[in-house]
């Protein structure tokens, strides 16, 4: 069907198809290229070209003012038609731009229609069909505005398409597209065979005519004298949706970063392009915003996320929930370093260094996909999980025994692996453990510390763990300090074991072993009291008594390790009753099996089986042999 043709309620759904196709295209161009040329255009983000304006960008107003100014400053580096790769990296930002502005929300907005015609324009270097597409989208979601109809016009004339140049125009004036003179003096000049629908001089009249007080644009001014300056102090933007209790372990500072300033644009064509920059009506303003849109998004490593929500935040980080170009799901932690201390950098250096290290030798460990480090910020793409297990565990009335066993498993393999690596967690609490398709993950070494070889614990300044979680020779001994007049404990691999037992008991009896004790002085008296009896009420299973009951000695030195839980009898599977003579009983089950041929059979026999092993009772061959009996055999 002809795009003139389609009514105007369909304007919208046609302009998001068309935005979704050219995200494919976009999509597998990019990742199908494998020549010089091409890989330019690939690095539509890349960290060695204002990566971190981009960013900035992003996390603060990402409107469309900002955005056009940063493109034009960056076209000021040469010239696209001269220089592919300029071209390239300028089409690869205009798509980010693109991309990270909702239609919906800028669809009335002059520098976000000037974008997306500017975008069409570059394209049209490169693919005239594709940049037939960006036209299209240009005018379905910004079809008030007259220069968007005139640019799409005369790239149809430049193609040879005379009579499709002339219906754009008409329908312009159709929709009442402003300022109508523009229309009308493209009209002009079309109808006298010009090949430009506007002339330089023209162009300038018209924008002194806008200058002067039309009611639709906001001021245009020649490209020389454009100019943008900016407040250098900024916030990180914070999503409306927070979620306290999920990875309450990341701490954010506050986020303060500078813009490069203004720019002037250089055209494909050799006369100046039908959209002229203008100075934003506002400049970025110095405060947090209220919320983010779901539309915003990051470029990290050269690849553009889209973030979803914020779903975690602290004294020096912030979690976003994102999806990629491929629409898989990550969480993005984002620190911004401007305000961190020495000791807070190190920290975050030495998480990243953990993670990348011992992800590769278990499961157990959240997943780091890759990460960025400057001197302004950190960004970390790791595993998305479903939910913390401090938020799991309150929204949990009765916890499967099966499930809580499995979960238990699942902490000590994560624990055995660091310790294995000569790391103590020593912070270890619920909020640690993300629930991922199922499994516990161990997503947080922040502050995690590693001891050398040839010792068997270390020595700390100071006490960080959460207090219902602390073990005994953690809690500050005054009677011990350092050189520096600072308290010191003492910690080891058998401090991260109390803190699990606690996990676990708290897993079991609805609280930790003393949070029924609100005054904290009095609590920390009673976790390094021997005489004060930790309760353990009687539960059916034994053995996961007998574990906490373990874990939970004051006594670092008697207390049981994780390599013996792991071979406790708590996690093994237990045998099933009646047991002997299984094997044989197994061999004539299968041989009654063998003898089947009917589908219809097989999957009886096998649900039978199923049945058998689940109900615990002993095997009961007479049952296959019956099925055995009614099968039917067919002759070839």
């Known amino acids: 069907m002809e795009e003139e043709d389609l009514s105007e309620r369909g304007l919208p759904q046609i302009a998001s198809i068309m935005n979704r196709v050219r995200d494919l295209k976009n999509k597998y161009r990019n990742e199908d290229n494998i020549t010089d040329e091409l890989n330019c255009t690939k690095i539509s983000a890349d960290t060695t070209d204002n990566s971190g304006t981009v960013n900035q960008i992003m996390m603060t107003t990402n409107n469309p003012e900002d955005w056009l100014c940063f493109l034009l400053r960056l076209e000021k580096k040469g010239i696209p038609q001269m220089d592919v790769s300029l071209l390239n990296r300028l089409i690869g930002r205009y798509s980010q731009a693109v991309t990270a502005l909702p239609a919906e929300k800028h669809s009335q907005d002059e520098s976000y229609a000037r974008i997306l015609v500017r975008f069409a324009e570059l394209k049209a270097l490169q693919d005239p069909e594709e940049a037939r597409d960006q036209f299209h989208l240009a005018r379905l979601n910004c079809k008030k505005f007259a220069f968007v109809h005139v640019a799409f016009a005369q790239f149809e004339l430049s193609q040879g398409n005379v009579k499709k140049c002339k219906q754009l125009l008409q329908k312009a004036v159709e929709c009442s597209a402003v300022p109508p003179e523009m229309l009308e003096t493209a009209l002009q000049n079309f109808h006298s065979q010009k090949k430009q629908l506007l002339s330089d001089e023209e162009k300038e009249n018209l924008s002194s005519l806008e200058k002067s007080g039309h009611p639709v644009s906001k001021g245009l001014s020649p490209p020389d004298a454009v100019s943008k300056k900016s407040d250098p102090s900024y916030v990180c933007r914070t999503p409306s949706t927070t979620c306290n209790d999920y990875m309450d372990c990341f701490r954010t500072p506050v986020v303060k970063n500078n813009f490069l300033p203004g720019c002037q644009i250089s055209t494909p064509y050799s006369q100046l392009p039908y959209f002229l920059p203008h100075t934003p009506a506002t400049p970025f303003q110095n405060q947090v915003p209220p919320s983010i849109p779901s539309h915003e998004c990051l470029a990290i490593k050269g690849r553009v996320y889209t973030i979803l929500k914020q779903i975690g935040s602290g004294g020096s980080s912030k979690v976003f929930q994102v999806l990629n170009e491929k629409k898989q799901l990550y969480a993005v932690k984002y620190v911004n370093l401007e305000e961190a201390d020495q000791h807070t950098v190190e920290s975050y250096k030495n998480e990243i260094a953990h993670l990348s290290k011992l992800q590769q030798h278990s499961d157990k460990i959240i997943r780091l996909y890759g990460y960025e480090i400057t001197d302004h ?93 602390m073990p005994p020779e953690a809690i500050k001994d005054m009677s011990s300090y350092g050189e520096n007049g600072k308290s010191r404990s003492k910690i080891s691999p058998k401090s991260d074991v109390w803190s699990l037992g606690c996990i676990l008991y708290c897993m079991t009896y609805g609280r930790t072993p003393f949070q029924h004790i609100t005054n904290p002085i009095n609590k920390l008296h009673a976790i390094v009291d021997p005489s004060y009896e930790i309760e353990f009420p009687d539960i059916a299973e034994k053995d996961l008594q007998d574990v906490l009951k373990h874990c939970l000695i004051r006594n670092p030195k008697q207390r049981i390790s994780v390599s013996e839980l792991l071979v406790h009898p708590y996690v093994q599977i237990q045998s099933v009753p009646h047991a002997k003579g299984t094997t044989e009983e197994m061999k004539r089950i299968l041989g009654q099996l063998v003898g089947l041929n009917s589908p219809n059979s097989i999957s009886r026999a096998a649900r039978t089986l199923y049945e058998q092993c689940n109900s615990g009772k002993s095997l009961d061959v007479s049952a296959f042999s019956k099925l055995g009996s009614q099968k039917s055999w067919t002759t070839k």
């Open 377 to 469: 910020h950190i960004y970390m793409v790791m595993e998305c999980g479903n939910i913390d297990l401090n938020s799991w565990l309150k929204k949990k009335k009765n916890i499967d025994p099966l499930e809580r066993k499995s979960y238990w498993k699942n902490m000590l393999e994560a624990v055995h692996t660091i310790h294995e690596y000569g790391i103590i967690h020593s912070d270890l609490k619920p909020a640690n453990f993300l629930i991922v398709d199922g499994m516990l993950k161990l997503i947080d070494f922040g502050i995690a510390n590693q001891m050398q070889p040839d010792v068997t614990s270390i020595i700390k300044d100071s006490q960080v763990g959460t207090m219902n979680y």
